[in-house]
T-cell receptor
């Protein structure tokens, strides 16, 4: 696949452990925040989103936390599996406007 | 549904050549967009469209043109290719609704300009 993410921060976790991927955002006016997963050689895939009026949202094995005070977003993955190895991007957007993506974090799962 | 399709998968151009990257979606999405992705960086928005006949510029529009004559298609044209346009290009689509967060991405086109 393409060599994206050569200089991205990397998080290495043991299979079965929980993963926490962090993201700092810049626009205090953003209405919603999204996490995407990108596997090697593929396009990004939507994981979960959260509106600015919420501070937590849970999905299947994933939880997103939003702290607007410090403009911080995190993605927690429970019981991390080898298939979770990918680059993870956060993105922010305003209603009726475009998304702005962060640089990404590489997640490596060790078996 | 095929989702979002992009052609070609790979392309090599010489400096100064022009070409069109094709993007189509069969989900009746109003919103379509083009991003480029360079090594070590996130996706940067080139152009986007909120419906047929409506396009607007993103973060990095210079050197690219788009048009949206139908809901399904959103081609990206490189007017005069430059080495700085070597990148992976992704097309995405979504419903407008209350945001464009849940975008569906195509598989990408890897473009090399020599």
């Amino acid at each position: 696949g393409e060599s994206v993410g050569l200089h991205l921060p990397t998080l290495s976790v043991q299979e079965g452990d929980n993963s926490i991927i962090n993201c700092a955002y810049s626009n205090s006016a953003s209405d919603y925040f999204i996490w995407y997963k990108q596997e090697s050689g593929k396009g990004p895939q939507f994981i979960i989103d959260i509106r600015s009026n919420m501070d937590k949202r849970q999905g299947q094995r994933v939880t997103v936390l939003l702290n607007k005070t410090v403009k911080h977003l995190s993605l927690q993955i429970a019981a991390t599996q080898p298939g979770d190895s990918a680059v993870y991007f956060c993105a922010e957007g305003e209603y009726g406007n475009k998304l702005v993506f962060g640089a990404g974090t590489i997640l490596r799962v060790k078996s | 549904n095929a989702g979002v399709t992009q052609t070609p998968k790979f392309q090599v151009l010489k400096t100064g050549q022009s070409m069109t990257l094709q993007c189509a979606q069969d989900m009746n999405h109003e919103y379509m967009s083009w991003y480029r992705q360079d090594p070590g960086m996130g996706l940067r928005l080139i152009h986007y469209s909120v419906g047929a006949g409506i396009t607007d510029q993103g973060e990095v529009p210079n050197g690219y043109n788009v048009s949206r004559s139908t809901t399904e298609d959103f081609p990206l044209r490189l007017l005069s290719a430059a080495p700085s346009q070597t990148s992976v290009y992704f097309c995405a689509s979504s419903y407008l609704g209350t945001g464009v967060g849940e975008q569906y991405f195509g598989p990408g086109t890897r473009l090399t300009v020599t």
